[in-house]
């Protein structure tokens, strides 16, 4: 069998990869020249473990090929982004434009199925847009929808063992679809429509930020309470019944931050908890760097000078390279333009270099600062020793004090 995947970000290229691992040619897609170059020499342009050695060994027996340009193929899969225009309201442009450029290789019995993150109704809506330009595949092609359930860093395991659902604009579709899924995913392949399977991805997410929220807004009320919030969370969690999450720096990433507005934007008078939640979370990291910059402004009134700052992390979440909204970058960013020229050090050490930040060895900002901001629990800062020399800010839990 034939795939083409439109887009070869953090979802499109594993699904590539792991689709051709199992015997499908597959020819992936993406705007970007040196993404299509970099995966035809069989390297990664991305961060996530075991998955290079997968890619080179697809590239070489021929499973997978890169490409700027769609081929005819028996299966299409959009798997781009969907940014946000005005206030949080969903652009599927990025989908529309995939579609149109493989509306003219679509052919009867063909398969086509969105996996990117889309306001309800999307599916519809290019269902529409294909039988419109050509009306002559009208009761001829399958349309689906099929959201990832993937965590980053875990993404071989979980593309193959993670349940999934896929829905169809009609029941031929849904069987259509669950055929290709069924080549690769061992997990349970469960059954409904694609507004339902269009929600139910922006379900899982939303419910994420809600209870993260909680965490989060848990932890404003601690520090003000003088409560270790992490020994708090600890001893609840001790009752049956009670789960609480873990507080961050703010929520992050291309899903739990984003999926959210996917809703509110549809919904807005309907989903106050969903909207509250998405608030609370902002608002976490604009709290983060006011912390960073009182005690960079204490520092400077007790040692009259400015103070040396470490800022631990970029990435939205532990061990990974991706910085997609951000509320580490973001952090960093705003006590960079409020830092009254005190010397800030920035760490990522999954990133080689940045195009905006200077980076600094973990080790040597940790050792060289006067003020250490932990903001994203990278394994690599577990290695270290707490400091009770310095100022330790610990937003993420890598020492829990």
């Known amino acids: 069998m034939k795939a ?50 997968m890619l080179q060994e697809v590239i070489d027996s021929g499973s997978l090929k890169a490409s700027t340009f769609p081929e005819v193929s028996e299966a299409y899969f959009m798997v781009v982004p969907t940014p946000f225009k005005g206030n949080h309201e969903p652009d599927i442009s ?51 929808y099929c959201p990832e359930r993937v965590l980053p860093g875990n993404v071989i395991y979980e593309l193959v063992h993670n349940d999934r659902v896929i829905g169809g604009i009609n029941d031929e579709s849904t069987d259509k679809a669950i055929e290709f899924y069924s080549q690769f995913v061992t997990g349970t392949l469960h059954r409904t429509n694609s507004k339902t399977a269009e929600m139910c991805k ?30 708090l969370i600890e001893l609840a969690n001790k009752h049956p019944r009670v789960n609480i999450l873990q507080p961050g720096c703010g929520v992050g990433g291309h899903c739990i931050a984003v999926d959210p507005y996917f809703i509110t934007a549809d919904f807005p008078m309907e989903s106050k908890i969903i909207a509250s939640a998405r608030e609370i979370n902002n608002y976490k990291s604009f709290w983060c760097a006011e912390k960073v910059q009182n005690e960079m402004l204490k520092f400077e009134l007790e040692h009259h000078r400015k103070p040396w700052v470490a800022m631990m992390g970029l990435a939205f979440k532990p061990n990974i390279d991706d910085l997609r909204e951000s509320p580490a970058k973001s952090i960093t960013t705003k006590v960079m333009q409020n830092c009254n020229n005190a ?24 050792e060289k600062a006067d003020i250490v901001v932990f903001l994203v629990n990278h394994r690599e800062f577990a290695e270290l020793n707490y400091r009770d020399d310095v100022k330790v800010l610990d937003f993420c839990g890598t020492f829990k004090k």
């Not at 010397?343 to 940790?366: C, G, R, S, W």
């Open 4 to 53: 083409c995947f439109m887009g070869l970000g953090y979802i499109g290229l594993p699904t590539a990869i792991i689709a051709a691992k199992h015997g499908v040619t597959v020819t992936g897609v993406d705007i970007n020249p040196k993404v299509v170059e970099m995966t035809n020499l069989g390297k990664l342009h991305i961060i996530e473990p075991g998955l290079e050695n």
């Open 94 to 144: 990025y989908v529309e434009a995939a579609t149109r450029a493989v509306l003219p290789l679509l052919k009867e019995g063909g398969l086509y199925v969105i996996e990117s993150t889309s306001p309800v109704g999307t599916t519809d809506k290019m269902a529409d847009l294909i039988f419109s330009e050509r009306p002559e595949l009208k009761d001829k092609i399958y349309i689906a």
């Open 202 to 231: 922006l379900t899982e997410n939303s419910s994420r930020d809600v209870q993260i929220a909680f965490a989060n807004e848990l932890s404003l009320i601690c520090d003000k309470a003088g409560i270790n919030v992490w020994e």
């Open 343 to 366: 010397q800030i050090m920035i760490v990522e050490p999954n990133v080689q270099e940045h195009n905006v930040f200077k980076l600094t060895n973990y080790k040597d900002a940790y």
